[in-house]
């Protein structure tokens, strides 16, 4: 087949790629009528409401030239060929005909998965491995006539495998990006994979790939085994670098008189590093470290897992149910929450979260506290009008824009003998209504680590959420919600409602 030829003007973009990338699932309408009546099967119980999202972490990218390593079990990935939508301008809330006006343009991109039954809603153990997510050089909006009619083809070791189109999809790309944006806030460099053709053509290690899109080019890597080599992974351009963690002691970071400090407890609030001490209200916190990727676990506590249903059952020998999260998703200490108008089950969930503080991977539970650099108190709010299934909540549910509160302090490990002996327990408006102990997580910490870092790199500053204990109430609009972790510290949200959020009634 000829390699679609590069528009005239094609150049890589003047930005860096800065942001994160986003993909949605089952967005191809004929992959959606080819679950037939798997889609009404428990768990799921009826076909995908909203659109179905996840993230691909900073470990999954990479660029054209890479060499992307396949587990020997089972020795093969499925080769999506997906278009990228590269976000221009900040887009909240963004109607499907203002939509072109936040693309600043689109790459090619192929998304890697280990083969699965389960397109719904796949582990994430079978995606979010290293360089998994391969990102061609972004092509200027202006330069493609028709984002939604592009021709897409797959060609492993010289043969053609696949030929598609953009086009049949769920959401194309005006309604994909008013979809998502809905809930949460897409940032400029960062990406939305309007998803595969289906069936993606399968390829085994040993062979080289290459795919394109019409008017964006094409892009090659190759796939080797993941036993014989150290994949070189080719860097599309970083999201971050190694963050750099952990003075001994409690510490955060708080925005004030318009700089951005690093902070440390003081019996009248905080103390910041050129001496000033404020009390904890005059300071604006952040969460306490910079964030790389986030961890979320689901179901990891038993008494939790019987209380959301009856017909639930998790165990340690089940795989840990993992998804991921964004960043936007992130509010700090103090912060504000929004509950939607006409919701009827919003619940806080109190959790400890685990710091990375060097590179994972490969690492056997035995070893790896030695990974952990501290702690932090999340609470990971959760809409469960938008739950679709238990087992792996959609983004819309768990990646709303503020709904994930972190701090106040990161708490080095060195400071915590023993973080599977902590006691949780969360206060609505002063009243406990949910109290548990770490020492009941279904997956402990080492478990966790050694399950992620089996198929992916777990890099410094990327986050475990690992999960929460029974007691999870509703909350409405003006309560205060404190989630304490002994030791670990007190984190305090208040939910608004749409007027803080500027949200319009319809
Ligand atoms: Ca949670």
């Known amino acids: 087949m000829e390699l679609t030829p590069l528009p005239a003007s094609f150049t890589v973009a003047p930005w860096r790629l800065s942001g994160v990338v986003y993909g949605a699932l089952v967005n191809h309408t004929a992959q959606l009528a080819a679950l037939g009546d798997a889609v009404h099967a428990a768990p ?51 109607a499907a005909e203002d939509a072109p006006g936040v693309v600043a343009g689109y790459l ?39 984002p939604d009619q592009l021709a897409t ?44 053709d289906s069936p993606a053509p399968r390829a085994a290690a040993g062979t080289a790939v290459t795919l394109g899109i019409a008017d964006l080019g094409s892009l090659s890597f190759s796939l080797v085994a993941e036993a014989v080599a150290a994949p070189a992974l080719a860097d599309p351009s970083p999201i971050g670098d190694g963050t750099q963690l952990a003075p001994r002691g409690a510490v955060a970071r708080v925005a004030h008189a318009g700089a951005v400090h690093t902070a440390w407890p003081h019996p009248q609030g905080v103390q ?36 959301l249903s009856k017909e639930l059952t998790v165990t340690a020998k089940d795989e840990p149910l993992v998804f991921l999260k964004g960043p936007g998703a992130l509010v700090g200490h103090r912060g504000l929450t929004r509950r939607p108008a006409g919701v009827a089950f919003m619940h806080y969930e109190c959790e400890l979260a685990v710091v990375i503080g060097k590179a994972a991977r490969h690492v056997a539970a035995k070893d790896a506290m030695a990974h952990v650099a501290g702690y932090t108190v999340c609470n990971d709010y959760a809409i469960r009008d938008y739950l679709e299934n238990w087992y792996r909540p959609n983004l819309r549910v768990k990646n709303r824009d503020g709904a994930t509160a972190l701090g106040p302090w990161f708490v080095p490990a060195a400071d915590v003998p023993n973080p599977h002996a902590l006691t949780l327990r969360t206060l609505v408006n002063g009243q406990v209504t949910q109290q548990g102990s770490t020492a009941n997580m279904v997956n402990d910490i080492p478990a966790l680590i050694e399950y992620l870092s089996e198929f992916m790199t777990l890099q410094a500053g990327d986050v475990i959420l690992t999960g929460t204990p029974e007691g999870v109430v509703n909350v409405n609009e003006g309560d205060e919600v404190v989630c304490e972790i002994a030791g670990i510290g007190r984190l305090v949200n208040t939910i608004v409602g749409d007027a803080a959020f500027s949200v319009i009634p319809a």
């Open 108 to 146: 090619v991109a192929a998304e890697l998965g280990l083969p699965t039954e389960s397109h719904y809603r796949p582990a994430v153990r079978l995606k979010a491995r290293d360089g998994f997510t391969v990102l061609g050089p972004v092509v200027p909006a202006a330069e493609v006539d028709d």
């Open 153 to 196: 083809w797959v060609q492993v070791d010289g043969e053609a495998r696949h030929q598609g189109s953009t086009a049949g999809r769920v959401r194309g790309v005006a309604e994909l990006i008013a979809a998502v944006t809905e809930f949460m806030t897409l940032q400029p460099g960062d990406v939305l994979l309007l998803g595969a």
């Open 44 to 94: 799921y119980k009826a076909p995908p409401a909203h659109a179905v999202l996840q993230v691909r972490p900073r470990n999954t990218l990479c660029g054209p030239g890479s060499a992307v390593a396949v587990p020997a079990d089972p020795g093969v990935v499925d080769v999506g060929v997906s278009l990228g939508i590269v976000i221009g301008r900040t887009a909240c809330r963004v």
């Open 272 to 307: 910041l590093a050129d001496g000033r001490v404020l009390r904890e209200d005059e300071v604006q916190w952040l969460p306490p470290f910079e964030v790389g990727t986030i961890l979320a676990l689901g179901l990891n506590y038993a008494d939790h897992v019987k209380e």
